[in-house]
């Protein structure tokens, strides 16, 4: 079965230091999503993508996040710099049109010290 | 302010009983309602999904039931086995789908012996 893959699976950094997830959706889906985990909450949605354009990222901290997807495949989310605040488990997902059933990676834990 | 609610963190339940989670929304534009399973270090799975327009779906020992003018959803899970111990978020989304989800905190399930 076709698999959203997510890498690295596990992060440490120190704060200040600048640091990139990626995320290789599932072939032919379309639309990508970045949510972030805090321990003890729910999912919270980052930045979703249509193809290579952003169709929400009101709850991306634009002054330290940033995430692309150029060629509307493979994506990446960076953080610079990192803060202790970040740590926490960035999740990929992908669905093969917006409001389709969504599947996730297994996601990075991130660590910052 | 949460829009999706899980009041219950815990939920112990007897292996071969029903285990009954439940789930509150506010954003009455909320129209598409997904259960999700997610495993320690794993990411989240899809379990079941319900339209606006129907207040019941089954797929096999899973069935979730919705109260639009309660606004309220619960997941029924008979009989449960020990492979159901997992934290189940509750979801939702506006435009059908469309909208990116709005996760609750999560409910872990536990299923004795």
């Known amino acids: 079965e076709a698999e959203v893959a997510q890498s690295p699976r596990y992060k440490i950094t120190e704060k200040s230091q600048a640091v990139a997830f990626w995320c290789d959706p599932i072939?032919?889906?379309?639309?990508l999503y970045w949510y972030r985990q805090i321990l003890g909450q729910g999912p919270e949605l980052l930045v979703q993508?249509?193809?290579?354009?952003?169709?929400?990222d009101s709850q991306l901290p634009k002054d330290r996040f940033s995430a692309e997807r150029l060629k509307g495949v493979d994506s990446t989310l960076k953080i610079q710099p990192a803060e202790l605040g970040d740590s926490a488990m960035y999740l990929c997902?992908?669905?093969?049109?917006?409001?389709?059933?969504?599947?996730f990676g297994s996601g990075t834990q991130l660590s910052v010290l | 302010d949460q829009q999706v609610k899980q009041n219950s963190p815990s939920l112990s339940v007897q292996e071969g009983r029903i285990s009954i989670l439940n789930c509150d929304y506010t954003?009455?534009?909320?129209?598409?309602f997904l259960w999700y399973k997610k495993y320690p270090a794993e990411g989240p799975t899809f379990l079941i999904s319900?339209?606006?327009?129907?207040d019941k779906n089954e797929d096999g020992r899973f069935t979730v039931f919705l109260n639009k003018s309660a606004k309220h959803l619960s997941l029924h899970i008979v009989p449960s086995q020990p492979g159901d111990s997992a934290v189940y978020f509750c979801?939702?989304?506006?435009?059908?789908?469309?909208?990116?989800?709005?996760f609750g905190k999560g409910t872990h399930l536990i299923i004795q012996p």
């Open positions: 997902a992908s669905s093969l049109v917006a409001g389709g059933k969504l599947f």
């Open positions: 072939s032919g889906h379309a639309t």
């Open positions: 993508f249509q193809d290579e354009s952003v169709v929400d």
């Open positions: 954003n009455s534009m909320f129209d598409y």
């Open positions: 319900i339209s606006s327009i129907k």
């Open positions: 979801a939702a989304s506006g435009r059908r789908g469309a909208d990116g989800l709005t």
